[in-house]
């Protein structure tokens, strides 16, 4: 059973340009969360999706930012005319169902470096 | 919303000792807390859990205790080795099971 599965793991981007992160869950897991790390920080939730849903995106910026989990495919997160600021390991994780106490399994993360 | 706060940011022990890193959380409603061990480079890995029904649970050198009434959290390693060394971060889970809330990561070096 794979683990998530992220991709790129690295992307470097010019300011102004787009940045579209990709993630794959867990065999069976429905459920998707998005966390962004920066540099010698702890992880900050950003946005959960199930598919074709997004059920709580509290912590993602107003502005520039979005995501999606369509009925086929990866989860995307979309960042707009990305900024210096950007620059951050993002992380998704999956989980088989929603509720208290269910594990979240972290995939191994994307590197955005912006130039 | 939650807040969660973690001591110390960095802990230094000798190998062989124990160490202890201590989180305390704002929400009571709160009542899942894992732990997450990242090394550098590398995605965070879930070490241990506990769920708010009970107050401490062990997996071989590794411990976390739980103390609701005060709304505090703890995880215990013991005779620590080097490839103990890394970054630890505790959360809480807010009610609806969403998300997770991160405290900010204390970075363990274990000297040989």
């Known amino acids: 059973n794979a683990g998530v599965m992220q991709n790129p793991r690295h992307l470097v981007r010019r300011r102004g340009q787009e940045a579209r992160l990709r993630c794959s869950p867990m065999?069976?897991?429905?459920?998707v969360y998005w966390y962004r790390q920066l540099p010698e920080e702890g992880l900050k939730f950003m946005v959960y999706l199930q598919k074709e849903n997004i059920i709580d995106e509290s912590g993602m910026p107003k502005e520039r930012f979005s995501a999606e989990f369509p009925k086929e495919g990866p989860s995307i997160l979309r960042i707009q005319q990305v900024v210096r600021g950007d620059s951050a390991a993002y992380f998704c994780?999956?989980?088989?169902?929603?509720?208290?106490?269910?594990?979240?399994?972290f995939g191994p993360g994307t590197r955005l470096t912006v130039t | 919303g939650e807040n969660v706060e973690q001591h110390p940011s960095t802990l230094s022990v000798q190998e062989g000792d124990s160490a202890v890193i201590k989180c305390t959380y704002s929400?009571?409603?709160?009542?899942?807390f894992p732990w997450y061990k990242q090394e550098l480079g590398k995605r965070p890995q879930l070490i241990i859990d506990i769920r708010s029904n009970v107050g401490e649970k062990k997996d071989q050198r590794i411990a976390v205790t739980l103390n609701k009434t005060a709304k505090h959290f703890s995880l215990h390693i013991t005779e620590t080795q080097p490839e103990d060394s890394a970054v630890y971060f505790c959360a809480a889970s807010n009610n609806a099971g969403n998300m997770l809330t991160f405290g900010g990561g204390t970075r363990l070096m274990v000297k040989p």
């Open positions: 994780a999956s989980s088989p169902r929603q509720g208290d106490g269910y594990e979240q399994y």
């Open positions: 065999k069976g897991h429905s459920h």
């Open positions: 929400d009571s409603a709160s009542n899942y």
